[in-house]
């Protein structure tokens, strides 16, 4: 299958391997149910060396924090931690599973954007650093802080007021940050160990100089006699699902050319949020040129307006480690999702539809759609001929615009009832970002390969309570 203006994925040995089995994938979704989703880490390994790689060209002290919110596996944080790297976490759960697991507390931060009492109290207790968000949660880990005679592991969650740099509802500006730690109760209980800031979009450029930023305000903080150590830049280190440039301008072209209510392309004519032939900002950027280690490459270099000195230059001269908390490109070619098609019918207009045992929310992020083209494994009964057809892929949920996918897919061999659709690379936020057990559904299993063997992940097996 693909789509009507193919996007065509790029996929592991592992993934064709497993696609190319269709017994294997009959029998895992009769053993674990449908929709499941796979894990293979193995590529994990190779995106970390290459973001490494930049580092060490340029002889900058960094190290890798996997953003856990990305995959709730927990073998996606033992892989993390057998390559050395940290986690970055956002919830009491991501942090008690990873102490459990095992990662030692100094490669572990707590990122959570509203931070309960419970998960201050955890990661007092351990001595886990905490990226401060503001005024009111300093305050409250200040009280909390005040029942441990140790002083509290913080970084200072900083928000540019640059113009360059679009306003951002994550962290105070360093100014304020400042004024903080002078009027504060007791500031002499948070240490802090760094400065972290989360940015929004891909761009190198910004990062750049928020990192300049974050070593001003080390420098003004080591003459309040602190000790920062690190500079965070969080996440949002790109990647590429596609090889095929052509093909992701070609769609955006095709798209922006179809007319009002033509549905050839999208569902309703759908235009993602694009107004032209260029790509639309509310999906993510599937293809990208600069990925990983060259965009790092870039950052590093990036010379300051008034020192002319580079981001490089400026940790090595700061004494200051640079961390960043990659999730979905470090989970590039990590995961699959199978899903088996439920029936074959048409709209009450004859458009044509294929149900698939799985809802919108199960290969999804906060992108307008998935543009990525998903592969047919025949697997059905050949009680009936199959002939070429088209389709959309229609979800579980008992709403009208309940589709898995936006765009129409052709199937030249026919598709039928007990096939199985596989989603290429879902293994960074696409299987868990934003999964729902709406209407009582039950979640999707997750199964890691171990030597051959499929087995499921712990976090399946194991109840965690929400606190």
Request: with cysteine.
């Amino acid at each position: 299958m693909h789509g009507t203006a193919p996007l065509t994925a790029r996929l592991e040995p592992w993934m064709e391997k497993v696609i190319s089995d269709p017994d294997l994938c009959q029998e895992l979704i009769k053993r674990y149910g449908s929709p499941l989703n796979l894990h293979d880490y193995s590529s994990m390994g190779r995106n970390i060396a290459e973001l490494r790689a930049a580092a060490e060209a340029h002889e900058i002290d960094f190290q890798i924090y996997l953003a856990r919110k990305a995959n709730k596996t927990l073998g996606a944080i033992d892989k993390a931690m057998a390559e050395g790297c940290g986690i970055d976490v956002a919830s009491y759960n991501e942090l008690d599973q990873c102490l459990n697991r095992g990662v030692p507390t100094e490669r572990l931060i707590v990122t959570a954007a509203v931070k309960s009492a419970a998960l201050l109290r955890l990661a007092v207790e351990h001595g886990v650093v905490i990226s401060l968000d503001n005024v009111d949660e300093a305050t409250e880990l200040l009280e909390i802080a005040g029942e441990s005679e140790q002083r509290v592991a913080v970084a200072l969650r900083l928000a540019s007021d640059n113009p360059a740099i679009p306003p951002t509802r994550f962290g105070l500006r360093a100014d304020q940050w400042l004024s903080f730690l002078e009027q504060a109760d007791k500031p002499g209980k948070l240490k802090v160990d760094g400065i972290h800031f989360h940015l929004n979009g891909y761009d190198g450029t910004q990062r750049a100089l928020l990192v300049a930023e974050s070593l001003e305000l080390i420098g003004d903080l080591r003459e309040l006699g602190q000790e920062p150590a690190f500079v965070d830049m969080g996440g949002g280190i790109p990647m590429s699902y596609l090889d095929d440039e052509n093909q992701w301008a070609g769609f955006w072209e095709a798209l922006a050319e179809l007319p009002e209510g033509d549905e050839s392309l999208t569902w309703k004519s759908d235009r993602l949020g694009a107004s032209g032939p260029e790509a639309s900002s509310a999906v993510y950027p599937y293809h990208q040129k600069v990925i990983r280690g060259g965009w790092l490459r870039k950052i590093l270099e990036t010379r300051d307006s008034t020192t002319q000195k580079t981001v490089a230059q400026m940790l090595r001269a700061s004494g200051i480690q640079l961390r960043c908390e990659p999730g979905r490109s470090l989970l590039d070619g990590c995961g699959l999702t199978l899903a088996e098609v439920a029936f074959t019918k048409t709209r009450s207009d004859g458009a044509p539809l294929v149900g698939l045992h799985m809802n919108r929310t199960q290969c999804r992020s906060t992108s307008a759609d998935f543009l990525l083209d998903p592969l047919l494994i025949p697997t059905g009964s050949g009680g009936q001929e199959r002939e070429p057809c088209d389709g959309f892929l229609v979800g579980a949920y008992c709403i009208e615009e309940e589709l898995i996918l936006r765009r129409r897919f052709e199937f030249p061999l026919g598709v039928g009832k007990g096939d199985i659709v596989a989603f290429p690379n879902t293994g960074g936020y696409l299987m868990h970002i934003i999964e729902s057990a709406s209407h009582q559904l039950p979640l999707a299993k997750n199964v890691a390969v171990d030597s051959g063997n499929w087995t499921v992940d712990g976090i399946d097996t194991t109840g965690f309570a929400v606190r």
